[in-house]
């Protein structure tokens, strides 16, 4: 059974930084592509950034240059490096992965509970 638990989430002022980490867990053959989605209640979830397995990264265009995604294949984890924050990126961030439970499985999508980012104007 996989796991995806995120954390470092918290209440910044404009202007301050944050660092999330997501770690996977469980039965893991393989991770493709894992992600940072961001959902803000009343809106649909949408995405951050994401990096695959060969480190090709892809941001939303009001994050670039601010943010950077990383990811450390040999522990299963992402970490999403946050600087310059503004109001409108808070939200709660979820972090994302496709993984393959076995040689015989499929690639699967699995979420993590999310962690809260706050940003005071």
């Known amino acids: 059974q996989v796991r995806l638990v995120e954390s470092g989430g918290g209440l910044v002022q404009t202007g301050g930084s944050l660092r999330l980490s997501c770690v996977a867990s469980?039965?893991?053959?393989?991770?493709?592509?894992m992600g940072w989605y961001r959902q803000v209640p009343g809106k649909q979830r949408a995405l951050v950034a994401d990096i695959t397995n060969s480190e090709v990264r892809n941001y939303a265009d009001s994050v670039k240059g601010r943010f950077t995604i990383s990811r450390d294949s040999a522990k299963n984890t992402v970490y999403l490096q946050m600087n310059i924050l503004k109001p409108e990126d808070t939200g709660v961030y979820y972090c994302?992965?496709?993984?393959?439970?076995?040689?015989?499985?499929?690639?699967?999508?699995?979420w993590g509970q999310g962690t809260q980012v706050t940003v005071s104007s």
């Open positions: 994302n992965a496709a993984i393959r439970e076995s040689i015989r499985s499929y690639y699967s999508n699995y």
């Open positions: 469980g039965n893991i053959f393989s991770i493709s592509t």
